[in-house]
């Protein structure tokens, strides 16, 4: 049978290429989400088929060229969990094609068999994360908390989601049956339970759409009775007083809460020993950690030219996605994942404390193993670092076209980072340098790269051989190890056979030094809301960084702009952001608002200059800040963050003194950087991404307009 066949529409802008933007998408309900071996095992099977560098399925499809990104999605959320099957940057007319290829793929899968070795990848990479348990900061009891929701909201057993063993060691049986092989019959290959979606791109479909509303709106208004009009009149001044006025003080006493008595004055100390190994220093953080080793290697990059620094973030997003000399990227991927918990490649770079004009860019390779693996790890990262092959032309431009794709998704979810990274590079030479190696300049950059990719490739791979000779040095390396400290032992054997492998020459370093512009730009998207960031660097007005305005950014973000941005101006949320570089920014995230939104942050000082609030009112502000201090590190986060201020100079001394400052702040201070704030808007840097049509009736604020997407 046929599944059911969905067309929808989304808008791009009106310039815009229609060309290979089509979204096409298989998907399948899969039984129920109180299951709990059949969720977990199907999200193996999502990392079997479309997410693994060996997945056969993704691997077809891409090799079809019916897209230029293929990835796959299960959300067990829902009462009936859904499994999909996504190709991006793809032609409607191609669908038949895609559902053909798609299920003559999952035949060939079905009689031949996955590979045993991705099955027990699969198997071991989510088992691990299971026992490692690391939630980011996010607590692990909330984390847990929400699995529970799963079966408990439909009536299921609330805690079989967290009782994993008994499913696992079912699930573990693939590894000698055709486990997998079932679940593909039943659930993929003959499941009436699906459709197909089509998602195409539509000119002009977001004024379109608009166009319908003032119509629809002015007709019901015609509808109205004069008592009617004067009614609504009525309700929405009633609604904006009520928005507007305060909570009394009555009802603020209600609400339980902390006193400062209660909060720690001490600032949680991090564990770092500075040790060394083989002439090079290691940054060792004793802390337990289930048996875990987590390491970090920071490589200097200054050591590549600045013409050639928007090739870094390609070179770490290539390494361990390729094939090396010993094994063939899939075979790579299997390799990593049965025997680590993953290793990893990020182009990153750390601010100095007290000049954002100093900085300090590092290619990071982050790896996580038990202890009795570490052997395997360093191995692994040795055969990467050492022997990555540049010659298979076609894996190189999925991976760059996946990587451009990821980007589009990136911009249209967060353009508030975009906007604001763009913001800080018209004032800061750390933020031009990260919005050319992470912002919209790497995007425009990828985007040309991908699209002239056959008379680009041979320098492409020239320039990715000189600066993976020139970055994977033990000259300027630095090392970071987080694990029990009777492990030590285990890692600096295995760390001292890793450095006999890896090259040793003498460094020329290289000064950036970016030319610096107030752009003031709108970036049009045909998105229907917008992100408006504004700004500028405090340091360059003569003022240094203390805790107080972390205190103030809490305020700003839960009184001032919650009210003024978010509940009357109907954005989706508001950003307040004082950072230790001296880097400042207002932000709102999915806005229908543009000039309104500047004109609030303009006039967040004079709100400011007026505060006054009682005792309690202030501690609460204080502990709320206090709460952001203090958010929940897992071992692997503490390694990291322990290490970033050793890199970027930031002491335990700073770290207690920022507490203290943050504990003592009074109203007076808040105040104090209500006129720092507003010697900082009237630089008037500011960059807005969002709706092109709306940008565009706004013209004259802006120095440039960029269209975001080709």
Request: proline share 3%; with cysteine.
């Amino acid at each position: 049978d046929k599944p059911d066949e969905i067309e929808k529409y989304y808008p791009i802008s009106a310039d815009e290429d229609e060309k290979e933007k089509t979204y096409l998408s298989m998907n399948f309900v899969t039984g129920e989400s109180n299951n709990l071996e059949l969720s977990m095992a199907m999200g193996m099977l999502d990392y079997i088929l479309m997410e693994s560098p060996a997945a056969p399925l993704k691997k077809a499809l891409l090799e079809s060229r019916l897209g230029k990104d293929v990835f796959g999605s299960y959300n067990n959320h829902l009462r009936q969990p859904f499994f999909s099957i996504i190709v991006k940057n793809s032609e409607s007319e191609r669908k038949t094609e895609f559902s053909e290829l798609l299920y003559s793929t999952l035949e060939k899968i079905m009689k031949n068999g996955i590979d045993k070795k991705l099955i027990e990848a699969a198997i071991n990479i989510i088992e691990f994360h299971l026992r490692e348990a690391d939630f980011g900061s996010y607590p692990k009891g909330l984390v847990y908390c929400m699995e529970v929701m799963n079966s408990w909201n439909y009536n299921g057993n609330p805690i079989q989601a967290l009782e994993y063993e008994t499913s696992l060691k079912k699930i573990k049986s693939a590894l000698t049956t055709n486990y997998f092989e079932k679940l593909i019959d039943k659930y993929l290959m003959n499941n009436a339970h699906r459709n197909l979606l089509v998602l195409s791109p539509e000119k002009n479909l977001a004024e379109k759409k608009a166009e319908m509303i003032r119509r629809k709106m002015a007709s019901l208004k015609h509808g109205l009775s004069e008592n009617d009009v004067e009614k609504m009149i009525s309700d929405t001044e009633s609604l904006k007083r009520k928005q507007s006025t305060p909570d009394s003080p009555e009802d603020l006493a209600k609400i339980p809460s902390l006193s400062l008595d209660d909060i720690q004055r001490e600032a949680e100390i991090l564990p770092m020993e500075e040790k060394t190994e083989s002439g090079l220093t290691v940054l060792s953080h004793d802390i337990f950690t289930s048996g875990i080793s987590y390491v970090n290697l920071y490589f200097d990059t200054t050591v590549i030219p600045k013409e050639k620094i928007q090739y870094l973030p390609i070179l770490a997003r290539l390494m361990g996605e390729i094939s090396t000399e010993k094994y063939h990227y899939s075979n790579l991927s299997n390799e990593i994942n049965i025997h680590t918990g993953g290793i990893g490649f990020a182009n990153s770079n750390y601010v100095e404390d007290s000049d954002d004009s100093t900085y300090y860019p590092k290619m990071v390779v982050k790896g996580k193993a038990l202890s009795k693996k570490l052997p395997k790890l360093f191995e692994l990262m040795k055969e990467i670092i050492n022997h990555t092959k540049f010659d298979d032309k076609n894996r190189i431009r999925e991976v760059i076209q996946e990587s451009k794709s990821r980007m589009e998704m990136s911009i249209s979810e967060a353009g508030h980072s975009v906007a604001s990274s763009r913001l800080f590079s018209y004032f800061s030479q750390a933020g031009k340098y990260n919005e050319i190696t992470t912002g919209l300049s790497y995007y425009k950059f990828i985007s040309d790269l991908e699209r002239n990719f056959d008379e680009r490739y041979p320098v492409l791979v020239k320039i990715l051989k000189e600066i993976t000779a020139q970055i994977f040095n033990k000259n300027n390396l630095l090392v970071s190890v987080t694990q029990f400290k009777d492990d030590y032992s285990a890692f600096a054997d295995s760390f001292s056979t890793f450095l006999e492998g890896l090259r040793s020459a003498s460094m020329v370093t290289h000064d950036y030094q970016f030319e610096l512009s107030t752009k003031n730009e709108g970036l049009l998207t045909p998105a229907n809301v917008q992100y408006v960031a504004k700004g500028f660097n405090f340091k360059h007005l003569g003022h240094k960084y203390t805790g107080s305005m972390a205190v103030f950014s809490g305020i700003a973000r839960l009184d001032y702009m919650w009210n003024r941005i978010r509940v009357q101006g109907g954005a989706y949320g508001a950003f307040a952001v004082f950072g230790r570089s001296g880097n400042v920014y207002l932000g709102t995230y999915r806005d229908p608002n543009l000039r309104e939104s500047l004109d609030a942050f303009d006039q967040m000082a004079d709100y400011y200059r007026q505060f006054d609030p009682e005792e309690k009112e202030m501690s609460k502000y204080i502990i709320g800040t206090i709460s952001q201090l203090d958010s929940p590190l897992t071992p692997s986060m503490k390694g990291s963050i322990a290490a970033s201020r050793y890199i970027s100079h930031i002491s335990q001394e700073d770290i207690q003194k920022n507490r203290d400052e943050v504990l003592n702040t009074s109203s007076g201070q808040i105040r104090d950087i209500a006129e720092i704030l507003d010697a900082m808007m009237h630089k008037d840097r500011y960059c807005v991404l969002g709706n092109e049509n709306r940008i565009k009736e706004e013209s004259e604020l802006f120095g440039e307009l960029v269209k975001v997407f080709e």
